[in-house]
């Protein structure tokens, strides 16, 4: 049984060092292609995005990029909320409208690459922690039903506090040098704070949907598809 083991032993160290020592190699002649080093060194170091399905939760979402380091990239994102699809038709709301949502919410993070052998400095599989935070205001109408035979609408306005934290993994491509195409999804936490005389009623329809992501309770979830262009 000890001779197993030992043989055993044996032959995992050796295919760990072959492992070790073929990917050394690789790493070695990645870096001595003179050719590979140059279009590396050209590659675009910044990029624009757009998120390309924000319009559809009535909001938009553009982005940008910097490479720091040939691991690592800054990305911050600049949201507004407002502009697109409305596609709720007042939820738990007592009113006769869906709400209008107006404000905005900003996002940074960093994004760490795994592949060292990356011909494109903003291609490839990475993993990226982000803190978003924003504010927004709901102008809703309600009917407010007097003596049971006729009523008034009334607008009121409510705001928003949101904030979260969220571990995002996804990938990018790099298309032609000149356009970027990434997807990705993350899990975190997140919270709110409420503000205005229809509190309740906003914090029922309010507690799902915070437009750049969702949430349940505490669990945050976030994704989608970022489109763009590349510059130096």
Not at 62 to 75: A, K, P, R, T
Not at 107 to 122: D, I, P, Q, T, V
Not at 169 to 184: A, C, R
Request: charged share 10%; hydrophobic share 40%.
């Amino acid at each position: 049984m000890k001779t197993h083991l030992v043989a055993t032993f044996l032959c995992l160290s050796l295919l760990g060092f072959d492992i070790s020592f073929t990917k050394a190699q690789r790493h070695d002649d990645f870096l001595s292609d003179s050719s590979i080093i140059q279009k590396y060194k050209a590659a675009p170091k910044s990029d624009i995005t757009f998120g390309f399905f924000s319009p559809i939760n009535q909001h938009l979402t553009f982005g940008y990029e910097h490479v720091i380091s040939n691991d690592w990239i800054l990305s911050g994102h600049l949201g507004i909320i407002g502009p697109g699809f409305n596609l709720n038709t007042g939820g738990n709301f007592s009113g006769i409208t869906a709400p209008n949502p107006s404000g905005a919410f900003a996002s940074c993070g960093a994004k760490l690459f795994f592949n060292e052998y990356r011909y494109e400095k903003l291609q490839g599989f990475y993993i990226m922690p982000e803190i978003v935070a924003g504010y927004f205001n709901y102008y809703s109408a309600y009917y407010i039903n007097q003596l049971g035979w006729w009523g008034s609408t009334i607008t009121v306005k409510n705001g928003v506090t949101q904030y979260a934290t969220f571990l995002n993994l996804g990938y990018q491509w790099v298309m032609e040098k000149m356009i970027i195409f990434n997807i990705h999804g993350g899990l975190g936490y997140g919270g709110y704070k409420l503000s205005g005389p229809y509190q309740q009623n906003l914090n029922d329809y309010q507690m799902s949907n915070f437009y750049d992501y969702l949430a349940a309770g505490p669990l945050a979830f976030s994704g989608g598809i970022d489109i763009g262009i590349l510059f130096k």
